[in-house]
């Protein structure tokens, strides 16, 4: 399984890498337009704990993470004009191809956090840490419009450590359990839906388990944002 999905992802990396080539210039001139710098790089956790830096296109004002929390809900002012557009279709995640192509992120794995958070997870939950993390994963389909989740909430970042992020990880996990290259071109796939057809405003999905209500009460109290 390894070996194969290693094989996808240089693939699938390589061809998106040279056939977006003519989007990554359009986007960089737009995000270029609008001011301050066209990629934004980030340190986040990686498979075995091991830190790496994952790049986006910009999608905020320059210095943004000093300004505001690390997480980011649906009118944060923060977000430039063609960040907005660039969050929704999700096209800023593009230049993670070339995370996958170095081998720091696969195609279909969780998606990585910051430190900050993954130090707050519990010996169960860093079961996830095991896994290469990815561009989408089954918590991403879910969770696909986090951000308007997130503003209607009185602590967005509350919100997100107490319940979305334990139910984020268990649904990794289940993914892990039954993982293989047919499940992840399907999950690919989803994505791709996803982008090309956006869902309506319909209300965001919200984490109901019993699963995610035991790890609500295993999570430490949010502290300040820092970002």
């Known amino acids: 399984m390894r070996r194969a999905k290693r094989a996808l992802d240089l693939?699938?990396?390589?061809?998106?890498?040279?056939?977006?080539?003519?989007?990554?210039?359009?986007?960089?001139?737009?995000?270029?337009?609008?001011?301050?710098?066209?990629?934004?790089?980030?340190?986040?956790?990686?498979?075995?704990?091991?830190?790496?830096?994952?790049?986006?296109?910009?999608?905020?004002?320059?210095?943004?993470?000093?300004?505001?929390?690390?997480?980011?809900?649906?009118?944060?002012?923060?977000?430039?004009?063609?960040?907005?557009?660039?969050?929704?279709?999700?096209?800023?995640?593009?230049?993670q191809l070339l995370n996958v192509a170095a081998g720091e992120m696969s195609l279909v794995g969780p998606r990585p956090e910051v430190a900050r958070y993954v130090r707050r997870y519990t010996a169960e939950q860093r079961r996830v840490l095991d896994l290469v993390p990815g561009i989408t994963d089954p918590a991403s389909i879910q969770y696909r419009d986090e951000e308007r989740l997130l503003a209607q909430a009185a602590d967005p970042e509350r919100l997100y450590i107490d319940r979305l992020l334990p139910d984020k990880i268990r649904l990794n996990l289940e993914y892990a359990a039954r993982a293989s290259v047919a499940r992840d071109v399907m999950l690919i796939a989803q994505t791709l839906a996803r982008i090309v057809l956006p869902p309506a405003d319909a209300p965001a999905a919200t984490p109901t388990s019993a699963d995610t209500r035991s790890s609500t009460r295993r999570t430490a109290s949010p502290a300040r944002p820092d970002r």
């Open 11 to 95: 693939v699938g990396s390589g061809v998106g890498l040279v056939v977006l080539a003519p989007l990554f210039v359009v986007i960089a001139a737009a995000v270029k337009l609008d001011g301050g710098p066209v990629f934004f790089r980030q340190e986040r956790v990686g498979r075995h704990g091991r830190p790496f830096r994952m790049w986006k296109f910009r999608t905020m004002v320059p210095d943004a993470e000093r300004v505001g929390p690390q997480i980011t809900a649906r009118g944060d002012r923060r977000i430039t004009r063609v960040g907005r557009w660039l969050r929704t279709s999700k096209l800023d995640e593009l230049p």
